[in-house]
Nanobody
């Protein structure tokens, strides 16, 4: 059974930082590209960080320079380091793993940034 389990969410003040871990199981994790998505209140789910198998990262303008995605294939883990958080970063954060036609989503972890 494939599982992606996010953790690390919570309440943080504007300007603060959080690190979100995501634990993967049931897949050959090293074969999968990974990403983090966020769905804010009343907003569509959107990618906030992507990490390709060659190590290249991609961030939208809204998170470039503040968020960092990384992975540890030995531990089957993906991380999202979030700095300089603002209330606009509030939302449910999801870990995603993709390989070929397979895409797996975690259930999410809630991040709330207070002003």
């Amino acid at each position: 059974q494939v599982q992606l389990v996010e953790s690390g969410g919570g309440l943080v003040h504007s300007g603060g930082s959080l690190r979100l871990p995501c634990a993967a199981s049931g897949i050959r994790f090293s074969l999968y590209t990974v990403a983090w998505y966020c769905q804010g209140p009343g907003k569509e789910r959107e990618a906030v960080a992507r990490l390709a198998l060659d190590g290249k990262t991609n961030y939208p303008e809204s998170t470039e320079g503040r968020f960092t995605i990384s992975r540890d294939n030995d531990k089957n883990m993906v991380y999202l380091q979030m700095n300089s958080l603002t209330p606009d970063d509030t939302g449910e954060y999801y870990c995603v793993a993709r390989w070929g036609g397979e895409t797996y989503w975690g259930k999410g972890t809630l991040v709330t940034v207070s002003s």
